[in-house]
Structures are given as C-alpha cells and as structure tokens.
C-alpha cells in the first residue's frame, strides 16, 4: 500500500522570501506520478505541479518547483518570491501510473504568507 | 474557466438520516470522482465512476454509500442512514480522460476538484 507523509502541520514564509514544504511518500512501485496540490481558504483544490516518477528533471512551474528525490521516497515543494496569494492549505498526492486513478493525500501543510 | 461545484456547501443532519451530495462537474469531463476529509486528517478516495458504473472504490465505501449519474450534468453522492462518523468534508472531482497503460506509462489527466460539501452529522 501507499502512503504519503507531510510532516509540516504549518509554515510561514515572510512575501518575497522561499519556502520548502516536505513531503516523504512510500511505494514498492516505480511508475508513478506525485502532485502538489493547493487549497486556498474557501476555494477548490487546484493543481500547482505535478512530477513523473520515471522523469528524473525536478519539474517547475514558475515560482514553484520540486526535489524529487526517488531513492529517497522525498518530494518537496519549493515556492520562490512568495506572495500573499499563495497563503492555503497544500497537499502533497500519490497516484500509480496505471490501472487507477486513485490520488493518495497527505495530511497537508498550512502556509501563511506575511507581508 | 469552467470549475467543478458541489451544492450545499454545508450540509447538516441527524444520525440515521439519508443525505445526498450534489456535484456538477466540468461539462466534457467523463471520469468523476468522489473524496471525504474528516477534520484533520488525510483527504481519502472513496469512489471512481465512468459510464455510469463504478470503476473504483475504496473500504470506505460500504453499502450506505452509493453514488449516481441522474442526468447529464449532475454526479450524486448518497448516503443513506449517517452515522456520526461521516462527519467530513465531502470533495467531488473530473478528469476529461483516464490513464491508460502504455507501457507501463499512463496517460496522465488532471483532476479537477469542487469546494467541497462540509457534513456535519448530530
């Protein structure tokens, strides 16, 4: 079975600075996909990035980007130049490449943004 | 941009009574998908459904749930004698297209996810 962790309950970033959100995951697969998904107050969960298991280039999406660290089971978040705006709730998820479209969550991490 | 919404937003009820869950999901989007939160904790899958079957479930999904297609826009979620431990914060998601095995690589598609329903069961 898979299980995701996301040992940070919350975080606070001052704006403009960087910040790391962890995230450890453990699977006896290898193919598979690991998201960050973000939750502002109120608001649907969006997508912010998304990292394939069998790409070894961390993805980035503008000031967002991954560790993917696949030996390590280790997938962390980092948010560049943080803003106001991205104060939410944010999930680190698992998903098998095939046969299911399940998406494992973590517990979440709280980010407050400061100005 | 088109999003997924799910009415009401908060939904409360007494034990034993039967509560359905509405969602409308993005309009060309053929997979659906059902999560819950219990207050701090995991968001957990409950259910996958596509041409009005059932593709997936979870041990969470037990015989009070069941879950529905009644039209071509809405995608329900019923259950049917809640107990106290429903309490939760119910999410429905699409996705345009589900991943399929190309060796071993799928095909990925997106979830798009509601605001969610919160639950709350006395």
């Known amino acids: 079975a898979q299980t995701v962790t996301q040992s940070q309950p919350e975080m606070s970033v001052q704006e403009a600075e960087t910040v790391t959100l962890s995230c450890t995951y453990d699977t006896s697969e290898s193919n598979y996909y690991l998201f960050w998904y973000k939750q502002p107050p109120s608001r649907q969960m969006i997508l912010v990035i998304r990292q394939e298991a069998y790409k070894q280039q961390n993805a980035t999406e503008n000031r967002f980007s991954v560790n993917f660290q696949k030996a390590a089971k280790s997938f962390s978040l980092k948010i560049s130049d943080s803003q106001l705006g991205d104060t939410a709730m944010y999930f680190c998820a698992f998903r098998l490449s095939y046969n299911t479209d399940k998406l494992i969550f973590g517990t979440g991490t709280r980010l407050q943004v400061f100005p | 941009e088109p999003e997924v919404t799910q009415t009401p937003s908060h939904q409360v009820t007494q034990m034993g009574q039967e509560v359905i869950l509405r969602c409308v999901p993005i309009s060309n989007h053929l997979y659906f998908y059902w999560y819950r939160q219990i207050l701090g904790q995991k968001v957990e899958f409950l259910v996958s459904?596509?041409?009005?079957?059932?593709?997936?479930k979870s041990e969470i999904f037990d015989d009070q749930f069941s879950v529905e297609r009644p039209d071509g826009s809405n995608f329900t979620l019923k259950i049917r004698s809640t107990k106290l431990e429903d309490s939760a914060m119910y999410f429905c998601?699409?996705?345009?297209?589900?991943?399929?095995?190309?060796?071993?690589?799928?095909?990925?598609?997106?979830?798009?996810f509601g605001p969610g329903t919160r639950l709350t069961v006395l």
């Open positions: 459904f596509y041409n009005n079957e059932i593709s997936e």
């Open positions: 998601a699409s996705s345009e297209i589900f991943g399929v095995a190309q060796n071993m690589k799928s095909s990925y598609n997106e979830q798009f």
